[in-house]
């Protein structure tokens, strides 16, 4: 087989699948065959796939899956009209949340609600983790044993990321606003339910810690926590 064949039959195999495709894969679409290209023979097709459409609308990516075809961002504008309905944006408080999980993990809720000054809301946490970016890593050892989360694989190719490491740096953040434009741009959103926020202060914020540990600890025995507010 030709190594324009198979250059051929990983670009339709990646346009038919609903999901990034690692290398593994790929190298199973020809298990059934006579001959089988090695990894590296399917690395170098990949590779030229992507300088091939490097003039396109669409480009080959690499994420935490797999390889992938997607529409680059610079056009995403213009095809706003193919969805009949436009998704509502994540909310800033989400954003942020979702921010400080990402560079701080593991983290608990109590933690993030100690770094923003804010509670956090129910809907805030039952969003990411429904969307799969976020998920319950373990749980601290603190009286309460509050739950500690991190981001996902999913959290990665939701944005174009192999690993965390590809994060930008956070004095590269100069405002919230700029990555809630981002995340727009880059995701399907989702509609954020029952947002609304509750300031700390700080004469309260001791009292709400403690109510804090005794919700972590009814969570993690496995009953549903109806409030965060203090």
Known sequence: MSQEKVKNILEAAMFAAQRPLAVDDLAALFEAGDWAPERKAIREA????SEEWQERGIELV???SGFRFQVRKEFSGWLG???????PRYTRALLETLALIAYR????RGEIEDVR????SPSIIKTLTEREWVRVLGH?????????FGTTREFLDSFNL???DQLPPLRDIQDIDEMHDDLFAAVPLVAVVDTQETDLPENAQDDAAGSRDQDDETRADGEPVTSETP
Do not use: M, N
């Open 140 to 148: 601290k050892d603190v009286p309460g044993r509050p739950e500690l």
């Open 162 to 164: 192999k690993s965390l």
């Open 105 to 108: 993990q593991p983290i608990t």
């Open 46 to 49: 990949l590779a030229t796939l």
């Open 81 to 87: 009209t193919l969805w009949s309905e436009r998704p």
């Open 62 to 64: 690499e994420v935490s």
């Open 117 to 120: 000054g804010v509670s956090v």
